[in-house]
């Protein structure tokens, strides 16, 4: 069982940046592919950003390419999403989420076995 804890969220002024981290429990998370979605109050969960378990495959929403960047640390068990020139409509709660398969990172929320508890990210004009 892998849990995850998201953290990092806040409140920013339009063009601003955060860093947010996805840290986990269990060592099989290094093996897993992570992805970052966020949501909007009456809106389905998008997808953001993931990342396969070596780093290598890292795959972006359009609306974020450019902006945001997706790393991970095995040693330290954790995911970060690095956002800048957050734009209001980014404005959302962002969730973890890990894939226990080998796949490369995929958009569709149900492929997704682990989500954590999501962390608000408000980009204020």
């Known amino acids: 069982q892998v849990q995850l804890v998201e953290s990092g969220g806040g409140l920013v002024q339009a063009g601003g940046s955060l860093r947010l981290s996805c840290a986990a429990s269990?060592?099989?998370?290094?093996?897993?592919?992570v992805a970052w979605f966020r949501q909007t109050p009456g809106k389905e969960r998008e997808f953001v950003a993931g990342?396969?378990?070596?780093?290598?495959?890292?795959s972006y929403a359009d609306s974020v390419k450019g902006r945001f960047t997706i790393s991970r640390d095995n040693v330290k068990n954790t995911v970060y999403l690095q956002m800048n020139s957050l734009k209001p409509e980014d404005t959302a709660v962002y969730y973890c989420?890990?894939?226990?398969?080998?796949?490369?990172?995929?958009?569709?929320?149900?492929?997704?076995?682990?989500w954590g508890q999501g962390t608000q990210v408000t980009a204020s004009s």
């Open positions: 989420a890990a894939d226990r398969s080998t796949n490369p990172p995929r958009p569709g929320p149900d492929q997704y076995d682990y």
């Open positions: 269990g060592r099989t998370f290094i093996f897993y592919t």
């Open positions: 990342i396969n378990w070596s780093g290598g495959v890292t």
